[in-house]
Every structure is written in C-alpha cells, then in structure tokens.
C-alpha cells in the first residue's frame, strides 16, 4: 500500500491503460467477425457469379436459340392439349338483358326445384327469395354490355357447384359469394369476395373464384369433394375449412341433441339408436342399444366452408372484360 501512494500516478494510468487494452481487443473481435461475414458473403457471391459464368449456355448461341425454338414449340403443343381439358363457357347467342334475365330465372327456378328434391334447406333474405347472389340481379332492368357476359359466366358457375353440392344431398346450404363484376353490383354485399377474377396466361383460360357455406356430415362432405372433381368444368378445391355445425345450419357451435330436422330423419331412414342420438325414440334407444362388438356410429354435423377456382376457357366477349392489366395470373 505505501508503494501504491507513493506512485499513485503510475497506478492510475496502468489502469488505464489496461481498460483501453481491453476496450481494443472488444473493438477487434467485433471487426474480426464482422470480416469474417463479409468474406463468407463475399465467397458465395462469387460462387453464385462463377455458376453463372460457368453455366450453359452462356451466351446466344445457334444452339441454343434452336434449343430456345425447340421449347417455344413444346410450349405450344402443351397449350394444345391442354385447352380442350377447359370447358368452354357456353352464352346466349343473343345476349342482352332480357336473355340474361330469362337464363336468371330459369337457373334459379331450376335449383330451387333441384334443392327441393334432394332435401336441401337453402338460406331465407329478410327481403325476396334466395337468388344465389343474384338477389340484386333479379331488380335490376337494365345492365352493362361489358357486365352481361361476366354475370353470364357467373350464373352458369354457380350452377355447376350447386348441382354438385345439392346432388350430394348436403343438410342446407349457407351462402355463396362470388366475385363482383361492375360499380352496381354490391347489393348486397355479403354476396361478394374481396377477390379478383383473372386470366391464366399460358392457357387462356378464366380463373373465378368461389365460396360456399354449408352444413352436412362427413359422408356428404365426401361426396361433394369427389364431385367436384368429377364435374364437367374444372373445380379447383382452394381452401376448405371445417367446424362442428348443427344440422339445421342455424350456428357453428356444437349440435343440440334435439336439433335433427324430421325430414333429415326420413332421408336417411333413421333406425331407433340414430333417432335417440337427435331426440326421437329416447326410450326406445335406451331399450336397445348397440349390440356387443358393434362399432357405435359417432358421426357429427359439420359445417364446411370452401373456397373453389373455376376453370373456364372464356367467349372472346368475357376473355376481352376480364384481360386487363394487373390481372393476369
């Protein structure tokens, strides 16, 4: 200690000169790694530039503008073959709004007809009937020529999925949305997707997008993904989403045991252990229960939402309208 007081000096600057040593080899560790990423950097670019470099062919050649030819031809020939897979969207020779109003009426009259006999519950407006979107449509007098072929291609679409949802014999349908094709069609606008119809650029052909809403059980589910497969227009499944739902699609929440609409019961031939599970034969369930070393049937309803692309080679009218820019795809 006495040393320390006679050469407080020295001591200080020992001292600081130690934490600057310190200070230093902090600074050059960091300056070292911060190096040694920028070499690793460094060493795959040129890796990336050397592949380049090294890659054939390298620069136009009559090879390759042939191998380049080659391709733009097999290019053609896929397009070919593929085009016919595409339905083509069929149109009223002569359409106008009367047409269009006429075809209106008659799909909707038509699915409704096709829901009534399969047992199907469709939704109820507080104003009008059910018109699969096209509730505004049915008000409206007059249309834009450029709206006509789109709301055209629509309606057909919408046809298509609904043959298949309603041959599958789902419970009830909830709602479809679609696309909107002009400034006057938002009304209202629970029928409509925040989407964009588009146009495939190697093939030509029109992307619409769809969602529906509906309730049914697993095996009807079943039966409307094979469907949709198996349709005549190319149903492309996007997204599909599935919640516990009640039979008579009134809430997602799960089923009440009350809650199996009769005319499901009499779809279905409900025997007595089925119809206790919905609240119909309770003592009769009780009195006769699965038989020993029989899988109990333990199916619930479900409430599914899809969002589907429909696939269609377009009339030049409707290819026209939807070919604009920013919605190639």
Known sequence: MPWIKRNVPFVVGLAVAIALLGAGVFYLLGKVAAANAAREELASENAKLTELVDRKPAAPTEDNIKAAGAQQEQLKEFKASVRPLFKVTPLPEALDDAAFKNLLDRTVDSLEKLADRNGVKLPKPAEGKFAFTFEGQKKQLEFTAKSLPLLTVQLLDIQDICHVLFNAKIHNLEAIRRVSVGTNDVNPPANYLAKKQSTNSVT???IQPYEVIFHCFSAELGSVLAGLVNADP?????SINVERGSTDGTSTAAASPMGMNPSLASRYGMPPGMANRY????AAAV???????EAPLDDKPIRVTLNIDVVKLPPEAAKAALSKPGRKG
């Open 279 to 282: 609240g119909m034969g309770a």
């Open 204 to 206: 030509g052909a029109a």
């Open 234 to 238: 190319v149903l492309v499944v996007k």
């Open 287 to 293: 009195a006769s229960g699965p038989k020993p070393g």
